[in-house]
């Protein structure tokens, strides 16, 4: 069994342009959520799925954030229109409704604007 | 308002000492208390969850949670130079939503 898997791991782009990130949770979790966390800071909630309903947004999720799980499986982040303070690493994390909330993280995924 | 607090560290014990690391959250409310380890650069790993007061203990590791003074805290004991990382503390609301995390404590064990 594989765990949370997020792919790019490494992303470098320039200001302006648009990213996606993709995030395949642990096959039998039914929640996924994304985190970003910079250098000395804890990760700060974005958003939380269960299965394919959206259930909460942080206010840091502007207007130029959206993510989405069509199917209730793997589930994208886009940054459109990306500034310097973008920068961090997003994580993804998934855990099983009925296993308890414990949270398990994918590796991250790290994002650069230059 | 922060959540979820903190000392940032760095915090540095001698190798096979005890490290204790001391975390205190805002909300009364909190159901779930977790603690997370984090290399540099890499993500957070689950070391330990505790959601009742009073002590667990899992190998070197126990995790401490005192509900009436809202204090959460881990022991690692007979610490190693493997151990040096950011502990991160972690409490949920209720089950399911989101996690607040502090800025996690750095520990370096001195070999």
């Known amino acids: 069994d594989t765990g949370v898997s997020q792919n790019p791991r490494h992303k470098i782009t320039k200001r302006g342009q648009n990213v996606t990130f993709r995030c395949d949770p642990i096959?039998?979790?039914?929640?996924l959520y994304w985190y970003r966390q910079t250098l000395g800071q804890g990760p700060e909630f974005l958003t939380y799925f269960q299965n394919e309903a959206q259930l909460e947004k942080s206010r840091l999720l502007s207007d130029r954030f959206s993510a989405e799980r069509p199917k209730g499986s793997f589930s994208t982040l886009e940054i459109q229109r990306t500034e310097q303070g973008d920068s961090a690493m997003y994580l993804c994390?998934?855990?099983?409704?009925?296993?308890?909330?414990?949270?398990?993280f994918g590796e991250g995924s790290w994002l650069t604007v230059v | 308002q922060k959540e979820v607090e903190q000392n940032s560290g760095p915090l540095s014990v001698p190798e096979g000492a005890i490290a204790s690391l001391n975390c205190t959250y805002s909300?009364?409310?909190?159901?779930?208390f977790f603690w997370y380890r984090q290399y540099s650069g890499k993500s957070p790993e689950l070391i330990m969850s505790?959601?009742?007061?009073g002590d667990k203990e899992d190998g070197r590791f126990t995790a401490q949670l005192n509900k009436a003074s809202q204090y959460v805290s881990l022991l690692i004991r007979d610490s190693q130079p493997s151990d040096s990382a950011t502990y991160l503390c972690?409490?949920?609301?209720?089950?399911?939503?989101?996690?607040?995390f502090g800025t996690g404590t750095s520990l370096t064990v001195i070999p």
């Open positions: 096959s039998e979790h039914n929640r």
């Open positions: 972690a409490v949920t609301l209720y089950t399911g939503n989101q996690f607040y």
């Open positions: 505790i959601y009742s007061n």
């Open positions: 994390a998934s855990s099983w409704e009925l296993g308890g909330n414990t949270i398990y």
């Open positions: 909300d009364r409310g909190s159901q779930s």
